[in-house]
């Protein structure tokens, strides 16, 4: 069982690396504006969606018109995904009748599927229309990840112009990326995973007499079964691709009707990482050294190993406390899928939160107390270990302008990056991106612990909890690091769907979404106007080990630093206990 | 003001073309192509929707294997689904797993083996439609003892609905609860 969870771990990592060279060149042609494959068959669409929304492609944006119309599109994107939910019991496409939404939990689903989070609070088979969940959650699904692909493409132009002022058009970017990029992989996908089981169907949820009568809880008799269905697979592409990870039913991808087989939680889990991994090499191209984008792939690879090995072994050796029940073993079977397994649950875990995808295929929550907590560090890290489609990787970018000005500080020099002089303000900037995620997630948690609910003495972090002791903290810390780093995926026995934690957590995830891209926007702006420099001999080259080593230390060290203090109270204490 | 308008006009195209046309054109071709499994893979017997071979069902007498448990209420709902949310330290975790060894123990009192974990732990959908082959190995003498049949006869029936890795690689080798006992159910009794 251990080998073939190891043999299939070598192959995912195989299939992705192999995968992200040819994808990654044909992005950077697709944000290059050329003439790809797909633009000669969905061009007339292109044209039409440009002429129809009223905008000149050709246009060169400054970053702050860039940037003004990210905010205008995400405004009037959560506008509409909140009217959906508030009117989806008066609206088409309702078969279950499900009423409106409450007004807390409609305003934080909209911030969460508007800011590529996917958080969460409601479960999706008994709460969301068939007509909200197309409408309003997969339109931003693909809405989401293309603003992140378009930021990123912008930053880059920065890095490579000479002298310009304009970073790139935001209307072509997404248009661009959602047409030729998210929508076929998403056809692709969803046809296969549709071919597995995953259900697509606008009827109503089928009822079902059971051949053999049940208990309930309660003692009464149950003879039927409600199953659930609706359009799934067509969304579950995308929230996979796009990585925003938020399910069309509440069990996300351990659902068997979200993902039946173990063929359909390879390529979902592969989806996860594949456009982060993939946008690497899109960089490399666009900035014309290739190399420069290996070098941040295998910074990524190498930190997103050192995650997941402990993370599987951990979840292999399970639960001390299971050795005194007479079983056959300790693995920590609860919480997972009997076809999926102990290997392919724990790659999934490491995956979903080195990207900011948050779909889960197993139970977070249950898992060991240091299997919980890697993946809890990787979203900590701040999402740069591939990260969001897009937002990844213009994290990591942002760390790797913090490498090259520590690295300038160590040896006396003015730090450059791919020939542009990096100065004061780029370095402001950059601190704001490193640092506001970091405070957002250590402030919420704070604030929630010290809040009072209307339990006297209890407070609105306490009362979520669903277990006690040192899990429970490390459930509301996970919840936190989860918004606040726009991930999505929950230790799900907190009850977070409360209004407390329903506008604190809105808050958290605007504030990290977009107080990451303004900075990052003003970085590419600003590079965008310098010259580029001839590299010298004090020019630290960024494509060599040294460079990903230095880098992966930097990440580290900045995660290590803000957080070990917060997970010392949290799983270590409960790592200690277990295994004492 | 202008980019706000504009904002709304983008965004009502990528509504028609992600929201409307991208769905439909999925469940048009889903619907043509893989009309079963996209309805939710349902059994017919007798010209009833008896379940999905894809969601499990709850099962508690001697006679019919046993799934994994499930912490929706009641088990195996599959219009809520959920897992435990247990953490590991949580005493109601190992008290529930003790729960239900006894009750495995109780219908099988002769039978001493090691309970395979993954038949005492809940699934993460609580919906699971599988167990391991060594659970349901687990459950063959009893299920022959309480039907009066050899165990030959239930094993080559648990082979008949095991599935190996897929592609003799991905995932774990699972056999299929609902359908196996309803295979079991067809059989004329002795």
Known sequence: ?580 | MRTFLTSIRMLLCFTLVCGVAYPLLITGISQVVFPTQANGSMIMENGKVVGSSLIGQAFSDPKHFWGRPSATSPAYNSAASSGSNLGPTNPALIEAIRERVKMLRAVDPTNTKPVPTELVTASGSGLDPHISPSAAEYQIPRVARARGISEVKVRDLVKQFTRGPQLGILGEPVVNVLELNLALDREPSP
């Not at chain 1, 044209?47 to 405004?75: C, Q, T």
């Not at chain 1, 709460?127 to 990123?152: E, K, P, R």
């Not at chain 1, 520590?406 to 040896?411: D, E, K, P, T």
């Not at chain 1, 590299?535 to 630093?561: E, K, M, R, W």
């Open chain 1, 1 to 580: 069982m251990a080998t073939r969870d190891w043999i299939q771990i070598g192959l995912y990592v195989l299939v992705l690396l192999l995968a992200a060279k040819p994808l990654g060149v044909y992005m950077a042609r697709v944000l290059d504006g050329e003439r790809t494959i797909m633009a000669r068959v969905l061009g007339w669409l292109e044209r039409l969606i440009f002429k129809a929304g009223g905008v000149d492609p050709n246009e060169s944006m400054g970053w702050k018109r860039y940037g003004a119309n990210v905010l205008g599109f995400s405004v009037a994107s959560t506008l509409l995904v909140f009217g959906l939910q508030r009117l989806q019991g008066v609206l088409p496409l309702n078969p279950s009748g499900l009423v409106a939404v409450s007004a807390d939990s409609s305003l934080n689903t909209a911030s969460s599927f508007v800011t590529n989070t996917n958080w969460q609070g409601y479960a999706g088979e008994s709460t969301m229309s068939y007509l909200t969940q197309m409408l309003g959650l997969t339109v931003q699904n693909f809405a989401s990840a293309a603003v992140g692909i378009g930021v990123l493409a912008a930053l880059i132009r920065g890095l490579r112009s000479n002298g310009a002022s304009g970073i790139g058009n935001f209307w072509a970017d997404i248009t661009r990326s959602t047409l030729y990029i998210l929508l076929p992989l998403s056809i692709v996908f969803s046809l296969f995973f549709v071919s597995q089981g995953v259900v697509q169907t606008f009827d109503s949820s089928e009822k079902v007499q059971l051949t053999h009568s049940m208990t309930g809880a309660d003692g009464e008799i149950v003879n039927e079964q409600i199953i659930a269905r609706g359009p799934a697979a067509s969304q579950v592409a995308i929230k996979q691709l796009g990585t925003n990870g938020g399910g069309f039913f509440n069990v996300n991808s351990a659902h068997p009707l979200e993902s039946p087989t173990p063929a359909s939680n390879f390529l979902q889990c592969l989806g996860i990482l594949l456009i982060p991994a993939a946008l690497c090499t899109t960089f490399g191209v666009m900035v014309g050294q290739r190399k420069q984008g290996w070098a941040l792939l295998a910074a990524m690879l190498v930190l997103f190993l050192t995650f997941l090995i402990p993370t599987v072994i951990q979840e292999q050796q399970g639960n001390p406390t299971f050795a005194s029940l007479s079983l056959t073993g300790s693995a920590n079977w609860e919480g997972k899928e009997a076809r999926f397994g102990i290997g392919n649950s724990a790659l999934w875990a490491t995956a979903t939160t080195a990207a900011s995808n948050g779909s889960v295929n197993s139970m977070h929550d249950s898992f060991t107390p240091l299997g919980g907590l890697f993946p809890m560090a990787l979203m900590q890290l701040g999402e740069v270990v591939f990260g969001g489609v897009g937002s990844g990787l213009y994290g990591m970018l942002v760390f790797a302008i913090i490498t090259v000005f520590i690295a300038g500080l160590m040896v006396g020099r003015t730090p450059e990056y791919l020939g542009k002089k990096i100065d004061v303000f780029e370095m402001k900037m950059a601190s704001l991106v490193i640092l506001i995620p970091c405070v957002v997630t250590l402030l919420c948690t704070a604030i929630a612990l010290v809040w009072p609910s209307a339990d006297a003495g209890v407070s609105q972090g306490a009362k979520g909890m669903a277990n006690a002791g040192a899990h429970g903290f490390s459930e509301l810390l996970y919840n936190y690091s989860s918004m606040a780093n726009n991930n999505g995926s929950a230790f799900a026995g907190f009850s977070a769907n409360v209004l407390f934690h329903n506008i604190l957590g809105a808050v958290a995830m605007w504030l990290s979404r977009f107080w990451i891209i303004i900075p990052v926007l003003a970085i590419a702006g600003s590079l965008a106007r310098k010259k580029v420099i001839p590299s010298g001999q004090g020019t630290l080259p960024t494509h060599t080990p040294l460079f990903v080593i230095l880098l992966c230390s930097v990440v580290l060290i900045v995660g290590a630093l803000t957080f070990i203090p917060a997970l010392g109270l949290g799983p270590i204490v409960e790592h200690l206990q277990i295994s004492r």
